[in-house]
């Protein structure tokens, strides 16, 4: 199995360009979660979908931030316009089913630095 | 307001010593416990789990210890090595039933050879 699988690995724009970021979990799973990795707040949950639907989506600092899982192979994180403070490492991260572990697998990450 | 708190950004230990990383939570409700471990570059990989109704959970060399009533928790590294060096994340799933974890800041282990 390929894990999760994240891209772009690094992104670099500038503030006020459109951002997206992308995610295919792993197959079978049927939970999906979007992370921010910062040094002051360590790793904060944005958002997390079950079976494709967003359940939660309390950690998602502003408007400028959305989330979609159009289907249960592939989820974006798009943050438009893009600001200096969202410079960040992103996680995603999948979770198998109701009879699967607790655990989540997490995706390699996408370092976004926002100029 | 951090529920879930690792006091110590980092710790250094020496190789074969026991290595003891903290975490402290503040939600009496917090019902399952992880810690998750983090190389440079990559994304966190799952390390050990307890449940609230226990109270010490081992494998291998790792062993997390749970104390409810002080609402802390503890994972021990014995030996330990110098690929345990990393940063350690614990996390509290919350709320019940759900599979929403609250992750702490984490603390960077290095093992001293």
């Known amino acids: 199995d390929a894990g999760v699988i994240q891209s772009p690995r690094h992104e670099v724009t500038e503030m006020g360009q459109e951002v997206t970021l992308r995610c295919k979990p792993i197959?079978?799973?049927?939970?999906l979660f979007w992370y921010r990795q910062t040094m002051m707040r360590g790793l904060e949950l944005l958002i997390y979908f079950n079976n494709n639907v967003p359940i939660d989506d309390s950690g998602m600092p502003e408007d400028r931030f959305s989330a979609k899982m159009p289907n249960a192979s592939f989820s974006t994180l798009k943050i438009q316009p893009s600001e200096p403070r969202d410079s960040a490492v992103y996680f995603c991260?999948?979770?198998?089913?109701?009879?699967?572990?607790?655990?989540?697998?997490f995706g390699p990450g996408t370092r976004l630095t926002v100029l | 307001d951090q529920q879930v708190k690792q006091n110590s950004p980092s710790l250094s230990v020496q190789e074969g010593r026991i290595s003891i990383l903290n975490c402290d939570y503040t939600?009496?409700?917090?019902?399952?416990f992880l810690w998750y471990k983090k190389y440079p570059a990559e994304g966190p990989t799952f390390l050990i789990s307890?449940?609230?109704?226990?109270d010490k959970n081992e494998d291998g060399r790792f062993t997390v210890f749970l104390n409810k009533s002080a609402k802390h928790l503890s994972l021990h590294i014995v030996p330990s090595q110098p690929g345990d060096s990393a940063v350690y994340f614990c996390a509290a799933k919350h709320p019940p039933g759900t599979y929403k974890y609250i992750f702490g800041t984490g603390t960077r282990l290095k093992v001293l050879a």
């Open positions: 197959s079978g799973h049927n939970s």
């Open positions: 307890i449940s609230s109704i226990k």
């Open positions: 991260a999948s979770r198998s089913g109701p009879r699967g572990g607790n655990e989540q697998f």
């Open positions: 939600n009496s409700m917090f019902d399952y």
